[in-house]
T-cell receptor, first 114, second 112 residues
Framework: KNQVEQSPQSLIILEGKNCTLQ??????????LRWYKQDTGRGPVSLTI?????NTKSNGRYTATLDADTKQSSLHITASQLSDSASYIC?????????????FGKGTHLIIQP | DVKVTQSSRYLVKRTGEKVFLECVQD?????MFWYRQDPGLGLRLIYF???????EKGDIPEGYSVSREKKERFSLILESASTNQTSMYLC???????????FGEGSRLTVL
C-alpha cells in the first residue's frame, strides 16, 4: 500500500532559527513529490515539486531535497519567520495513477515563536 | 492570478439537512477534486472529476455525491448531513491528474 509518513508531527522553533521537516514514502512507481504549505484556516499552496532526477530545489528560504533511492524527502527552512507558522504537507504522486495516485502525508505543524 | 473559489467559508447545519458546497475555478482545468480534512487524518479524497458530467469515487465517498454540469463548477452534496460529516472541506483543481493542485480556501462545516 502506498504510504507517506511525515515527521515530526509538530515542531516549535524560535524566529530566525532553521528547521528541517521529513517525508518518507513507499509510493511506487514514483512520479513526483510536492510540498504544500497550509496556513491556518486556508487551503494548501504548492511550495515546490521534486521529480525523480532532482536532488535539490530551492524556493526562497525553502529548500527541498529528494533521495529517490531511500525514498526520502526533506524541506529545510532557513532563517525562519513568523509567517512560516503553518502546516506543511508532503504529497507523492505515482506514475500513471491519476487523481487516485496522489498519496498525502498527514503534515507537520510548525510554530515559529518570536 | 489563478483562483479556486468555494462559496461558503463557514456553514452550520442540522442533522438530516441537505447541504450543497460549491466550487468554481477560473483556470479552465479539466480535473477537479473534493477533499475533507480532519485533525490527525490529513486530507482524504471524497470524489473527483476528469471532465464535465464525469465523476469518480475517491477513498471516502459514502454519504456524499457530486455534480459537474459545467467545466468550471464542481459541487459536493450531502444528501442528509450527519454529525460525523463535521469537517473542513477543500476543493481543488489541476491541469493534469498528477499536476499541481490549486486549492480553494476551504469550507468549514459544522453539523449539529
Amino acid at each position: 500500500k502506498n504510504q507517506v509518513e511525515q515527521s515530526p508531527q509538530s515542531l516549535i522553533i524560535l524566529e530566525g532559527k532553521n528547521c528541517t521537516l521529513q517525508c518518507n514514502y513507499t509510493v511506487s512507481p514514483f512520479s513526483n513529490l510536492r510540498w504544500y504549505k497550509q496556513d491556518t484556516g486556508r487551503g494548501p499552496v504548492s511550495l515546490t515539486i521534486m521529480t525523480f532526477s532532482e536532488n535539490t530545489k530551492s524556493n526562497g528560504r525553502y529548500t527541498a531535497t529528494l533521495d529517490a533511492d531511500t525514498k526520502q524527502s526533506s524541506l529545510h527552512i532557513t532563517a525562519s519567520q513568523l509567517s512560516d507558522s503553518a502546516s506543511y504537507i508532503c504529497v507523492v504522486s505515482n506514475l500513471g495513477g491519476g487523481a487516485d495516485g496522489l498519496t498525502f502525508g498527514k503534515g507537520t505543524h510548525l510554530i515559529i515563536q518570536p | 492570478d489563478v483562483k479556486v473559489t468555494q462559496s461558503s467559508r463557514y456553514l452550520v447545519k442540522r442533522t438530516g439537512e441537505k447541504v450543497f458546497l460549491e466550487c468554481v475555478q477560473d483556470m479552465d482545468h479539466e480535473n477537479m477534486f473534493w477533499y475533507r480534512q480532519d485533525p490527525g487524518l490529513g486530507l482524504r479524497l471524497i470524489y473527483f472529476s476528469y471532465d464535465v458530467k464525469m465523476k469518480e469515487k475517491g477513498d471516502i465517498p459514502e454519504g456524499y455525491s457530486v455534480s459537474r454540469e459545467k467545466k468550471e463548477r464542481f459541487s459536493l452534496i450531502l444528501e442528509s448531513a450527519s454529525t460525523n460529516q463535521t469537517s473542513m472541506y477543500l476543493c481543488a483543481s489541476s491541469l493534469s491528474p498528477e499536476g499541481e493542485l490549486f486549492f480553494g480556501e476551504g469550507s468549514r462545516l459544522t453539523v449539529l
